[in-house]
């Protein structure tokens, strides 16, 4: 049998279901499947295997993958369809790196040349060939960038697989609606040749204007971060960053608490980001669920640093597809309507600077960089960005200890169909936003009177339980939502049904533009 396969893509088993050598071909009487069923089962091992085309890349690092499928391989009662599997997962695991072009992968099996001295017997042995195309190894690209309330311009330059182990130096600088200037540089490199594994390290400086608090705030630090994928799919990355911070350019109305917090801050943390994520469509979800948690650290112990809290954050939503009929798609079979619902939960604990224990010492309240802020087209719909909890004078002044929640319908406009990224909205969305609620007012404490440990318990158990407290900030409405693949717009007409007292609504139409709303 001098017979050879060549399948294309990174899928190899897959392809092996519809392809097969006319070499093994059966007798007539059988059916393809059964005759392709018999194939898969003939012992088989692999001989040799080669790459070409990885002409940037490290041996090493090929080495890492596909040494371990000749040696799983290798066992007498390996069969075809495990040989097939085994290298289909291989070059799955190569196009996660991220510097081969998907389309590019190609896999040719043939039989080897038996020597004439070596009897024979049923097993196969297969010469396996697998051809690559790298990705350039230099990338430029500008355009357009949307995050949550926010749109930008940027520039971006990548160099990818510089020193043949797939690392990637990513260089970019922005301007947006929001952030005058921001520029990084990033440096990623897998880990122990795993793709699922990488270790990044990132320098940055930006510089933010928050008119929702009448200033502007500059970064200028680097982080360092290790992520990884589990074999279900779930996301983690675990950072550490160190971030000097500067509070500046007030607005003429700015008020006592913002100018409280002018001047310089370092922020020393490790921050933790768990994402579950099996929506079938992260723009426009008709179905499954988002899990996410991001838990930070700052000041604690060895951190140092002038700030101290343990901040953490909870999201849940999920989306129901709704059938009716003459509302599903012959084609995708999804059908049109999907019902929503979301939750975001979060809770900043402030810590004594560089104590181990949250027992003993004194902590300073929170600053206004680190609290959270509530309200706006991404969030609580309805309000004005940072509309939500405390105010002073004009500026939102953030809090710590937030809940919102949210619900939506999403239908499909008429002539357009269920398989249309454009889609009539209909939402309720409610929130509210507590700062920590202690003896000493924030000028007391920024003048040394800081909190006890008993005081900050007292001031977080009140604040939470103010949050039951009366009715939420609610608001109501619908409008037109289009999910195009880098992010989703919406233009909705919100109408507040609840304010709190001090809070900013807004009726009438509201933009939205971001890849993570309520």
Not at 232 to 256: E, F, I, K, M
């Amino acid at each position: 049998m001098a017979a050879s396969l060549g399948f294309g893509g990174s899928n190899v088993a897959d392809k092996a279901n519809a392809t097969t050598s006319s070499s093994m071909a059966q007798p007539s009487y059988q059916g393809p499947a059964q005759m392709l069923d018999e194939h898969l089962l003939t012992p088989a091992s692999i001989s040799s295997l080669e790459v070409h085309g990885a002409t940037n890349t490290r041996r090493s690092l090929l080495d890492h993958i596909l040494k371990a499928v000749v040696e799983e391989n290798a066992h007498a009662g390996t069969t075809l369809g495990q040989v097939l599997d085994r290298v289909g997962v291989a070059t799955k695991k190569m196009a996660r790196f991220d510097i081969f072009k998907e389309e590019g992968f190609r896999v040719f099996l043939s039989e080897a040349p038996r020597p004439e001295s070596n009897p024979l017997t049923d097993r196969t042995d297969l010469d396996i060939s697998i051809r690559v195309k790298e990705k350039p190894r230099w990338a430029f690209s500008a355009g357009t960038d949307f995050g949550n309330a926010e749109g930008s311009a940027y520039t971006n330059a990548v160099a990818r697989n510089i020193f043949g182990g797939a690392e990637t130096l990513s260089v970019n600088a922005s301007t947006g609606t929001r952030t005058r200037s921001a520029y990084n540089a990033t440096f990623s490199t897998p880990v122990n040749g795993n793709p699922d594994l990488r270790l990044s390290v990132e320098a940055l400086r930006s510089a933010t204007q928050k008119p929702w608090a009448s200033h502007e705030e500059q970064l200028t630090g680097g982080n360092l971060r290790l992520a990884w994928l589990t074999d279900n799919s779930d996301s983690h990355a675990l950072s550490y960053s160190s971030v000097w911070r500067q509070l500046t350019g007030l607005a003429a109305t700015a008020s006592p608490t913002v100018r409280a917090d002018t001047g310089d801050s370092l922020k020393s943390s490790v921050t933790h980001t768990f994402t579950r994520d099996r929506r079938d469509n992260p723009m426009l979800p008709q179905s499954g669920y988002l899990l996410r948690t991001i838990s930070e650290l700052a000041g604690w112990g060895p951190l140092n640093g002038d700030v101290a809290f343990a901040k953490t954050e909870l999201e849940a939503s999920g989306a129901l597809s709704l059938s009716l009929p003459g509302l599903t798609s012959s084609s995708s079979k999804q059908p049109g309507i999907s019902i929503g619902g979301g939750l975001r939960l979060g809770l900043l604990y402030p810590l004594p600077i560089g104590s181990y224990s949250p027992l003993s010492g004194c902590a300073q309240p929170s600053r206004i960089s680190d609290r959270f802020q509530l309200g706006g087209p991404t969030d609580v719909r309805g309000f004005k960005l940072g509309g939500l909890g405390p105010h002073d004078g004009v500026d939102s002044v953030g809090g710590d200890v937030y809940a919102a929640g949210g619900v939506n319908a999403l239908i499909p406009l008429p002539r357009t169909g269920p398989d249309s990224p454009l889609r009539l909205q209909l939402f309720a969305n409610a929130g509210r936003l507590v700062a920590l609620n202690a003896k000493h007012s924030e000028e007391k404490a920024r003048e040394g009177l800081a909190m006890d440990s008993a005081t900050v318990f007292r001031g977080v158990k009140s604040a939470v339980g103010e949050l039951a407290n009366g009715l939420p900030s609610l608001a109501a409405g619908f409008g037109l939502v289009y999910a195009h693949p880098v992010a989703r717009f919406e233009l909705n007409f919100s109408l507040p049904l609840v304010l709190r007292r001090g809070e900013e609504g807004r009726k009438g139409l509201q933009v939205g533009v971001g890849i993570n709303f309520l």
